[in-house]
């Protein structure tokens, strides 16, 4: 499907005056569409909302949101890419304050993971790329990730689904697309997102669900010896839901009971 | 004049798909244009060829070089902006083995700075946006400048030409969009640059420059105390040359001879 930029179809091009290019300055979401619907819409247009606050990006985000839904309307299924940067401008950091943020929605298909992933598990890659302590970018799906490119060139072997980033200070943060959660004592772990990492709608999503089950959450920075004791592991998004981890380096956990059922709620709330 | 997109003429549009604008996922150059001539052309290359090689983009610096040339002699006189991508790819922090990287050549006026920045000195403005300290990316001029979109949206003041950027550990490493040198008892003093910062092309060719003058260079942490025991401070790029540092907060310091001194040789530099 055609691309739409600023509303209007686009024959894939975009300004190159575009600051999305020139500095990685804006944000994006991923979207997973079905029937026409984009999922966790809410979280998502919330998330971008806090992105282009910090970043003092003036987006129209009633407009961004009609459009979202009209073009998931027009896919009917697959994932939908949200990118909003500052707009246009001249050469030099300095934005001018005429320019209008931008909005560009681009589709894809169905993401394609092997079932086994979320029925087995998967085997997580140890990334040597650490990721750096910016408290100003902190928790953003913002367009500079070159972290992230570096992290995923380390390995070709699809044997690993994901890849395990930590901290330049050693703490474990997240894979390299999914958030990162440990089970321990029945209680729930994932890393305080102050320092880097990016916040993740799924990882919201679940945080909500847990404290409406009763289940103990706990929002934390997560040490390398906190993994290793972990009871169980489990990576997630917004596109594929929750994957069990079954082995990282020499480490292995079982599939366990509080994955499989968080598992079963990220289902229904990637369906329709 | 017309942008350039692998070396055709491109109508200011670039591909929706390019990792330049998905991820950051590529370098840049900025080059004075003077008669048909880059400038400190073979500075710019080095360092995008250092980039590219650490970045693992396999570009034709060949190519990109009789590119840059050609395009400099259609300009005349102004900015040159050379973009380097990593290219398209699907969606995904995984590049495509076959993708191709993608050049974009942009011109810009002349830089229109006060003749008074270089003459009388400038105001330095103390940002509080600090830079992350990464290593696997740092001295490169790569397309994730976030931080420096957040350090120049501080100061709208036209009273402050340029601002002072420290890591997030409190060193003093460089300006916004220039390096900074310190003079203290005839030395010269710059930011090593191997956790953050941008190894800049005037900033290069001022070390060698004063190693043939026979002037004591130490590239080496700075902290603030050093800033402001310095008796000489100044910034530099490959655009503007050098201006003189009069004023930072409550710190003042003179224009230096060392200062003049580098002065002139980075005008001759940026001579044809």
């Not at 990006?57 to 459009?67: C, G, K, L, Q, Y």
């Not at 990118?83 to 931008?102: K, N």
């Not at 480490?251 to 009971?257: D, E, F, I, K, Q």
Request: proline share 4%.
């Amino acid at each position: 499907m055609q691309s739409w930029v600023d509303g209007q179809p686009a024959h894939a091009l975009a300004s190159l005056k575009d600051r999305g290019l020139a500095y990685g300055d804006g944000l994006f979401e991923t979207l997973a569409v079905k029937a026409g619907q984009p999922l966790l819409l809410d979280l998502h247009m919330q998330r971008l909302a806090q992105g282009c606050s910090r970043l003092a990006i003036v987006a129209d985000n009633t407009v961004i949101r009609s459009e979202v839904l009209a073009y998931a309307q027009a896919m009917g299924e697959g994932v939908l890419k949200l990118i909003v940067t500052r707009g246009d401008s001249l050469r030099g950091y300095s934005a001018s304050p005429e320019a209008l943020p931008r909005r560009i929605l681009q589709a894809s298909p169905p993401a394609a993971y092997p079932e086994a992933n979320a029925q087995e598990g998967i085997q997580l890659f140890d990334c040597a790329t650490r990721l750096a302590e910016q408290p100003l970018l902190a928790g953003l799906k913002h367009l500079n990730r070159l972290e992230q490119v570096l992290a995923r060139a380390e390995w070709q072997d699809p044997a690993y689904a994901e890849g395990l980033m930590r901290d330049t200070s050693g703490r474990v943060i997240e894979g390299v697309f999914s958030n990162l959660f440990l089970v321990r004592d029945g209680s729930l772990y994932t890393a305080d997102l102050q320092r880097c990492g990016v916040a993740g709608v799924m990882r919201a999503a679940l945080l909500v669900e847990a404290e409406r089950q009763g289940i103990a959450r706990h929002v934390t920075d997560i040490s390398f010896e906190q993994l290793r004791q972990a009871d169980e592991l489990f990576l997630c998004n917004s596109v594929y839901g929750i994957w069990p981890v079954r082995a990282f380096a020499e480490l292995s956990w079982p599939v366990g009971p509080l994955t499989r059922k968080l598992q079963g709620i990220a289902r229904t709330l990637l369906d329709v």
